[in-house]
């Protein structure tokens, strides 16, 4: 077994604090690797506080991942010593049911090991992430990384990458579309990158006028702001399609209605509180409400890929882990441009 340093939450209310366990062994299609860093998703605020319910402790979070190879298992083809590599937010999936089959892992129908506050394929043991020195992962869940960015900025990219990059592709979000996006924040801030190296044409919507600066700077082409009655009555019917990155309770009619014949509001945050969606704006244009759930393996791939070509990476604050308390409470009060990231060299 290999003793790793990490940071857990110990319980629902407390600060997270120093936690020794043990890695297993590297098998034989096992890929050891040495986390360099790991971004802070929201995800793991909601589960370190329990707020989804079925949290376990002590819970290591973290499932945006970057590293280098450090060794690996005598059958492993994928991979060699020295390699920058990445791991999101599973670490192995049932690998037989037909999600799984189809590269669509995430909506695995058998038994899904999540990166942390999750189990491994056999049920038994607890998985935890990346706010630790090492992990150790089957090399089929593993992703390649590119050096072209530097490795705190591509972290975000397992998890808010990933989950703007795949509704956009499933949706065919290309050259002549009009992309609407909800919210700038981890989530929102790639969406807009993405979406406009697709070669949409972006609108970012926001309920704070400070953030046209951003939106503008980060590729958007107008900025809307939602508490600007005219500017939301001007936009109806418009958008091919609407990025919905936000977590709190708003109103889905009224962005709904922005939606062109056929065009689809995708759902990523999650709020606490359900929502009220009549049926007669979704009616009249024949308009759809979906979610989306991260990606596949080789979609995260191609979504990496993607982004080194074209030169896409998140933009962060690089933290000690010591921070870590205090990130959460700032990015509650959404005060991050745009995502955290753990120097994982803090923890040494």
């Not at 009555?233 to 919905?244: H, K, L, M, N, Y």
């Not at 979610?291 to 080194?308: K, N, R, V, Y």
Request: hydrophobic letters at 40%; one cysteine or more.
């Amino acid at each position: 077994m290999i003793d790793t340093k990490a940071y857990a939450a110990f319980n629902a209310k407390s600060p997270l604090g120093p936690f020794a366990f043990q890695r297993r062994e590297p098998g034989d299609h096992d890929v050891l690797i040495k986390i360099h860093y790991c971004g802070v998703c929201h995800s793991d605020l909601h589960q370190v506080r329990n707020e989804w319910a079925g949290s376990t402790y002590p819970m290591v979070p973290g499932h945006e991942i970057v590293g280098k190879v450090h060794r690996v298992g005598p059958k492993v083809t994928k991979f060699a010593i020295g390699d920058a590599v990445g791991v999101g937010c599973m670490v192995d999936s049932c690998r037989t049911c037909p999600s799984c089959s189809k590269g669509l892992e995430q909506y695995c129908d058998g038994h899904i090991s999540f990166t942390y506050n999750g189990t491994e394929p056999d049920k038994k043991t607890v998985t935890h992430g990346g706010y630790s020195t090492q992990i150790v992962v089957d090399e089929n869940y593993v992703l390649r990384v590119s050096n072209k960015e530097p490795l705190d900025q591509v972290a975000p990219l397992l998890c808010a990458g990933i989950t703007t990059y795949s509704p956009l592709r499933h949706w065919g979000v290309t050259k002549g579309h009009r992309v609407g996006v909800l919210g700038l924040g981890g989530l929102g801030h790639m969406a807009v990158k993405i979406a406009v190296a697709l070669g949409a044409e972006v609108t970012l919507m926001s309920s704070s006028p400070s953030k046209k600066a951003d939106a503008l700077r980060l590729g958007a082409h107008e900025f809307l702001l939602t508490s600007d009655s005219h500017a939301l009555a001007t936009s109806q019917s418009r958008f091919d399609v609407i990025v919905d990155s936000v977590s709190a309770p708003h109103d889905l009619v009224t962005y709904a209605s922005m939606l062109r014949l056929d065009g689809v509001m995708v759902l990523l945050g999650v709020p606490d509180k359900p929502s009220v969606l009549p049926a007669f704006p979704l009616i009249m244009r024949r308009r759809s409400i979906a979610g989306s759930l991260i990606g596949g393996i080789p979609e995260t791939q191609e979504m990496l890929d993607f982004c080194a070509s074209h030169g896409i990476a998140a933009d962060v604050e690089t933290i000690p882990i010591t921070a870590i308390d205090g990130a959460y409470e700032r990015m509650l009060r959404g005060d991050v441009r745009y995502r955290f990231v753990i120097d994982a060299a803090s923890l040494d």
